[in-house]
């Protein structure tokens, strides 16, 4: 078989999975109804009624009578003025304030996105001759994604005077849920209504990213959380008298000194790359610092790095770079008090393994000259990229269109972009290598293919690629040149494959994120 990845390739997307979801018949389905009570607790929540704390308000309700769940809305609504301090009335003529509430919008909408062949059907009165009255649609990756929208006013004023106290202006709250069938396989859920990321209503965990540090996240209470007041309302508040700078308890209370870490690898890892290149002959041409033996026998895999100028100048930029990174990484100027520490606090040995585990992976796809080699380098790169943004990173927030993001948001969006480009990557390289020509490992064994840069680039010039055959009636060398071209523009990233670079650079820590450039 000439081309047996193609086979296989055909025989992983035939083993694909299917899905459905089962939609309730009721009028109403149960993620409408999470997603409006959901946008309506967020917008409660960020309603501020303590400068009506302590004092007699009624509560008129009357304009939100024709709101979607008016009932919920109300409530809700009671609930926050009394969990702010308010002391809310039946009667208008008890209290010495009105809070009048409005509603502009409570309600949902949807819509649907299919990568594939819409379902076709052919118009009564027209035949076909070897043509069905009908194909089904063939979905390739198919979204649904539902979002509901809170967008309330609320103001109060003197029930004797008439004068207005207070006005909260529009607050807009929004509430989405997502399901993404890929390959037929779903649903995968993921939204403000659901806790992490969910397949066919389970919830998936991500390796080491759902660790979630309490200390480190101020957590805000909602309506939607549990909470407990303390009778009578005025509660008693006491301030704790500040410690002496000097006393037991305020040394106590200092954070721990941070450990040096492995900051001195990267020097180390910086001196060599200047002793490289103070070493490099420029006058002769070709490779240097070759160092070229046999990895895996079975299938020419050699170990094979060596650098030439271009390279060389990418090993000295890359070690700088990493040792400024590094440098940066040691919380000199961080804020270190407790409820801010620095990001290095957290988790110091694993930070500094993978930080340097990154650096190996960014100076071995400059000098690996075997193209499977360069591969497992390139792939390197992404596991250290991913748990530093994950767990180093910024903690997950919510924006105010509804969106969530930060650390782990960007580390899973990071991951599975690269992913994709590597998966082209590597059928590129399958092909290529079965389409290569006889060659030599290091210790003299002669082969039918290779994976050798060296051996490929001599090849290539002698139009061995130029006649391999077609892939799926298409020139070989554009199929491979487009495959390698898609997975390099995911990476680097070039339009229209930019789309995770904004939150792969703002969430993860400074130095990782300088560092990240080199990596591309």
Not at 219 to 233: H, M, N
Not at 293 to 306: D, L, P
């Amino acid at each position: 078989m000439k081309h047996p990845w193609v086979t296989l390739a055909l025989l992983c997307t035939l083993a694909a999975g299917c899905g459905t979801t089962k939609w309730t018949d009721s009028k109403r389905t149960a993620t409408e109804q999470l997603l409006v009570t959901d946008s309506i607790d967020r917008a409660v929540s960020a309603l501020d009624f303590r400068a009506l704390a302590g004092k007699p308000v009624f509560l008129d309700t009357a304009p939100l009578a024709t709101a979607l769940d008016a009932e919920y809305l109300t409530s809700s609504l009671r609930q926050h003025m009394l969990a702010s301090g308010c002391i809310l009335k039946e009667k208008k003529e008890d209290a010495d304030y009105v809070v009048e509430a409005r509603a502009g919008a409570v309600g949902t909408d949807h819509h649907d996105v299919l990568f594939g062949v819409p379902s076709v059907s052919v118009p009564a009165g027209v035949t076909l001759s070897n043509v069905p009255s009908s194909i089904p649609e063939i979905p390739l990756v198919k979204k649904t994604e539902q979002r509901a929208v809170t967008k309330v006013g609320i103001f109060a004023y003197n029930r004797r005077t008439g004068r207005p106290v207070w006005q909260s202006g529009e607050v807009l709250a929004w509430s989405r849920a997502k399901d993404i069938w890929v390959f037929g396989a779903g649903p995968f859920q993921r939204g403000t209504i659901y806790n992490g990321t969910r397949f066919a209503g389970d919830k998936v965990s991500i390796p080491l990213i759902n660790l979630a540090d309490e200390e480190d996240r101020d957590k805000k209470v909602s309506v939607a959380d549990e909470a407990y007041f303390v009778e009578p309302p005025q509660e008693e508040i006491q301030t704790a008298k500040k410690p002496d700078a000097n006393s037991a308890a305020a040394q106590g209370a200092k954070p721990p000194a941070t450990p040096a870490g492995n900051g001195p690898s990267a020097v180390v890892a910086t001196a060599l790359g200047i002793a490289l290149w103070a070493g490099f002959d420029s006058a002769s041409a070709g490779l240097q610092f070759v160092h070229r033996t046999v990895w895996m026998h079975a299938w020419n895999i050699e170990f094979f790095v060596a650098v030439d100028g271009l390279s060389l100048s990418m090993v000295v930029l890359t070690v700088v770079v990493f040792l400024f990174a590094a440098i940066a990484s040691v919380p000199w100027w961080g804020k270190l008090d407790d409820h801010h520490p620095h990001f290095s606090r957290k988790r110091v040995p694993g930070y500094w393994v993978l930080f340097l585990l990154l650096e190996m992976g960014v100076l071995g796809t400059f000098a690996a000259q075997d193209f499977f080699l360069f591969y497992v380098f390139w792939e390197v790169m992404l596991l250290p990229m991913y748990f530093l943004i994950g767990i180093w990173g910024a903690p997950s927030r919510l924006d105010p269109d509804g969106v969530t993001r930060g650390g782990p948001y960007a580390a899973i969006k990071f991951f599975l972009y690269t992913l994709a480009g590597s998966v082209l990557m590597l059928l590129a390289l399958i092909a290529v290598y079965y389409a290569s020509g006889p060659a030599t490992l290091a210790d003299g064994t002669p082969t039918q293919h290779t994976f050798n840069l060296v051996y490929l680039a001599q090849q290539a010039r002698a139009g061995v690629f130029t006649g391999a055959a077609p892939i799926l009636g298409m020139g070989f060398t554009r199929v491979v040149f487009v495959a390698l071209f898609i997975g390099f523009a995911i990476k680097v990233p070039m339009f229209p494959f930019h789309t995770w670079l904004p939150d792969a650079h703002v969430d993860p820590p400074l130095p990782s994120a300088s560092s990240w450039p080199g990596s591309c």
